[in-house]
């Protein structure tokens, strides 16, 4: 089983920025592609980011390519989503997920098997 639990989220100005963490137990962390996803009420669950094994792969939703960055700190199973330039439409429950199954899981929510609570983040326009 894999533990995971999201921080960061809060109440932020359009233009402003945000880090959220998750942090992970349970597994060898070097061993789990991670991926953001989010939610806002009345919509399906949307990819955001997602990071291999490594770090050296990487992919992010067009809509927060150039914003976000998603990294990874296998030392501290840690793995970040900086978003920066929020938007009011960034508004959502972010969620962390981990993939047992390959080193990079993709943009699939189905493809992850473990998920964290999740973390509102509101952005005021």
């Known amino acids: 089983q894999v533990q995971l639990v999201e921080s960061g989220g809060g109440l932020v100005q359009a233009g402003g920025s945000l880090r959220l963490s998750c942090a992970a137990s349970?597994?060898?962390?070097?061993?789990?592609?991670m991926a953001w996803f989010r939610q806002s009420p009345g919509k399906e669950r949307e990819f955001v980011a997602a990071?291999?094994?490594?770090?050296?792969?990487?992919a992010y939703a067009d809509s927060v390519k150039g914003r976000f960055t998603i990294s990874r700190d296998n030392a501290k199973n840690m793995v970040y989503l900086q978003m920066n330039s929020l938007k009011f439409e960034d508004t959502a429950v972010y969620y962390c997920?981990?993939?047992?199954?390959?080193?990079?899981?993709?943009?699939?929510?189905?493809?992850?098997?473990?998920w964290g609570q999740g973390t509102q983040v509101t952005v005021s326009s």
């Open positions: 349970g597994r060898t962390f070097s061993r789990l592609a």
């Open positions: 997920a981990a993939d047992a199954k390959v080193s990079f899981g993709g943009r699939h929510y189905s493809a992850y098997d473990y």
């Open positions: 990071i291999s094994w490594s770090g050296g792969t990487t």
